[in-house]
């Protein structure tokens, strides 16, 4: 069966390559997308043009931490109606619960799991049967959720925990400063932890 992944969902990295001064139209069409279904919120691309989307994204722009900084590009369209539907949550558990019903809305190969443990709520991001396996993938899949939280709860909400997947990349600090905490990496999962009073807070 043919996976797919939410055509607009890749604005933010459409968006952060030309931030960068590249021409995205000429990566998007090497990986054999048409840029003009980023503005189509009916289509849907085969998974396997947007993981080499994100090979090209890598080789061209040479950072490594350049999945913490398309967070900066975010906005809740990208996501379509979940986007929305997070917004309009009245708590982050809420949004959450809806994310996991959801998430293959926006693409077919990720999971969404949650864990409850000692006062926290672990948001546990499951890639381990998906094709994105870079570095930058799960930097920007946990970054997002995170920013997907501030913009909902406030910019002084807090995780308790930070886990990735990969290696400490020589730019750590960034990653450490966006969460505001110390990252652990070589994780066995990607993952973000939150106090169950914050995700509960209405």
């Known amino acids: 069966m043919q996976l797919t992944h939410f055509a607009p969902a890749t604005n933010m990295l459409w968006k952060h390559i030309e931030s960068c001064g590249h021409d995205p139209a000429t990566v998007y069409r090497r990986a054999g997308i048409d840029p003009a279904l980023l503005k189509d919120s009916d ?3 085969d998974v396997s043009y947007v993981d080499e989307l994100w090979r090209l994204a890598v080789e061209l722009l040479d950072d490594p931490c350049f999945g913490i900084k398309m967070t900066a590009h975010w906005h809740p369209s990208y996501v379509g109606a979940l986007g929305y539907a997070w917004c309009a949550s009245s708590t982050l558990r809420t949004a959450f619960n809806r994310m996991v019903r959801y998430i293959h809305v926006v693409t077919e190969i990720l999971n ?3 864990e409850e443990a000692a006062g926290d709520l672990k948001i546990i991001v499951d890639l381990e049967n998906s094709m ?71």
């Open 112 to 114: 969404i799991k949650l």
């Open 132 to 202: 994105f396996k870079l570095p930058q993938q799960h930097d920007v899949m946990v970054s997002v959720l995170m920013h997907m939280c501030r913009f909902n709860y406030g910019e002084q909400l807090m995780p308790t925990d930070v886990c990735l997947a990969h290696e400490k990349p020589p730019c750590e600090k960034i990653i450490s400063d966006f969460f505001g905490m110390p990252v652990k990496y070589d994780a066995a999962e990607s993952s973000l932890t939150l106090a169950t009073r914050d995700v509960d807070l209405k």
């Open 43 to 45: 289509a849907r691309i």
